[in-house]
C-alpha cells in the first residue's frame, strides 16, 4: 500500500535547479535509500518531502493528503526527521527525546508522552545512559537519540540523512539494524540518503539514484547494475551476489 | 507508529523536582535577600521591622518614608531589572545559538549609550547643578531616556532587517550586531571628543548602570514590559529547546525558526531596550545568569527560563545592597559592582565547563 507519493518535486536555488521533477513512490513497511554522488540533491530532496524547502513545484501526498497543504505541525507529526548535523547541548537523553513530543505538547508534558518515551529509550537500549547529557555521548549513542527523537514523534514516514556517516562498523550496523526493524515492525515508511552502496543494499528495499537533480534510476534491488553505477559515479564496477544481498566491488583501470 | 509497555522512571521524576527545588529555593532566596536588602543601609531596620512596615504596619514615619519612598522602589527595581536582563540573555543565547549572545554582543546597549550621549550633546539635555547626590544631572531624564529607548530600537531593526535578508541565520544577527556597536561606540567617542566637561560629565554619568534612578512610575513600566515578554518567552520554552538542537531539527519538529528568532530577538531586545534607558548600561548579568544556570540545572528552557529569571534578580540586587554598603557613605553605582563580580564568574565559569 502506498504511503508516500513524490509527483513532479522541482526545486531550485538561487536560480540553480537542484531537482528536476523527481517522482517516486515508496509503501509502507519499504526503506528507500536515495544514493548518489556529492552534490546530486539528496538532502534537498529529503527536505523538500517534509517542506523544510519548499519546493517550487510538485506534490508530496502522504495517503492522498498533500503536504504542502499542512501546517508545520500537522507535518512534525507525519515525518520523523533525522538531519545530517547532530547538535549537543546540556539536556538529557531523556529531554532530548521528550522533544520530539513537541508536535503534540500543548502546555504541559502529559504521562502520555513520558510512557512513551521510556519506551522508546528501552527499545534503543539507552536506559543507561537516559539522564546523561548529550554533549557526553558518542556518535552513535547521539545518532540513537536523534533517532528516538524521531520515532515519539510517532511518523508515518522516517526521514535520514546519512545515518550511517561518521560511525564505526558496529554501530552502522546496530543503527540500521534499528531503523529497519522499526520499519517492518510498525509497518511505516523509511527514505534515507547514503554514501555507502553496500549498506544501503543490505538494508534497503528500493534504490533511487539521483544525480545533477534528476533521477538516473529508481527500483528494487534488480535495478542495481554496473552501467547505473558508472552513470552516477563514474566508476566502473562489478556486482557480486553474497546470500541473495548484492556486492559491489569498485574495479581499477586493469579491470580487476 | 505508537511505542506501548513505557513507565515512568522513577531517576527522571527525581530529576524534575530537583530542578523544581532549585526554582522555589531560588524564589524564597529572592525573598529573603529582598528584606535585608531593604533593611541595610545608613539607617538600619531589622527584618521584623521590615516584614511589619510591608505588611502595613507602622512602626515609624521614618522607617515608613525610607521604605517606601527609598529602599523598597530601588530594591524591586533590582530585582526586576535582574530578572529581565538575565531572562533576555538566556533567550538571545537560545535564538542566537551562541553562549555569547547578550545586548552588549548586539550593540543594544552602544545605541543606547549613543542615543544618550546624542540628546545631552545635540538637545543640550545635561547641566551641571550642586546636590548631594552628585554634581552633574540630566535636566531632562525622561527625554534622554526616550531617545536612548529609540536608538536601541533603531539597532534592532537594523539587525533584524538584515538578517532576514539572510534567512534570519544568527551568524548574521551577530555579525551584525557586532559591526552596530562598534558603529555607535565610534559615535559616541565623536560626541565626547567635542563635548565640554559638563556634557561630558552628565554622558558618563548616564552610562553608569544605577537602579536608584527608577520610582515607582518607571519600575512599573519596566515590570509590565518584562513580565509580558517572559510570559512570551515561557510560551515559546519548546521552540528554544528545539532551536538549541539545531535549526534543522527544530523545523523537523514543526518549528517556524525564522519567525520564533525574529521575534524572540525584538521582544528580549525590547526588555533589554527599556530597562537600560531607565537605570543606564548594567553589564555582565544578560550574559552570567544564564550560564551560572546552565551549570546547575542544565540548558533545558523549562527550567533555564525560569531559573535565570530567579538567578538575575538575586545577583543584582545583592549587588546593588553590596554597592550601597561597601563605600558607604559614598554609594556606587551597580553597574561598577556587577562587571567587577560578572568578569572573574564567567572566567570560572568557562575553566569549570573545560573539565
Redesign the interface.
Known sequence: MINVNVNGVSFAYNGCSVLEKISFHVNRGELLAILGPNGAGKTTLL?CM?S?HRPDGGTVLVEERNVFAM???????L???V?Q???T????V???IL??R??Y?RWRVR?KD??????????LSLEHL??R?IDRLSGGELQKV?IG????????IL?LDEPTSNLDLKNQLEIMNTVKD?VKS?Q?SAVMTMHDLNTAMRYADKFLFLKNGEIISCGGCESINPEVIEEVYGVDVEIEYRNGHPVIHPLDDTGQ | ?????????V??SR?IKVRVAFLLSSLFFVGLVLIFSIGMGPVLISPLEVLKTLSGESISRQFDMIIWNIRLPQALTAVVAGMGLAVAGAVMQAIL?NPLGSPFTLGISHAAAFGAAFSVMILDLGTMTSSNVGAVSLNSPYLTTAIAFAFSLIATCIIIAISRLRMARPETMILTGVALGSLFTAGTMFLQYFADDIQLAAMVFWTFGDVARASWIELLLIAVVVSGASVWFFLNR?NF??I???D??A??????VEQVRIIGMLIASLVTAVIISFLGIIGFVGLVCPHVC?RLI???YRFLLPGSCLVGGILLLAADTAARLMLAPNVLPVSILTAFMGAPVFIWLIIRSNR
Open positions: 527536505k517534509n523544510i501546517s508545520q505541525n500537522e507535518i512534525a507529526r515525518f520523523g526527521y538531519p548535523r547532530l547538535e547541548a546540556r539536556l538529557t531523556f529531554d532530548s522533544l520530539g513537541k508536535p505538547i504521562e513520558i510512557r512513551m518515551v521510556d519506551a522508546v529509550i528501552r527499545r537516559s539522564l547529557h536523534s527523537r524521531a520515532l515519539v514523534q510517532e511518523p508515518e526521514l522499526v510498525h511505516v | 507508529m505508537h511505542f506501548s509497555g513505557g513507565q515512568i522512571p531517576e527522571y530529576h545559538r519548546w529547546n528545539a538549541e538542537a539545531g534543522e531539527t523545523k523537523g519538529l514543526g518549528v517556524k546552565r542544565g540548558d533545558d
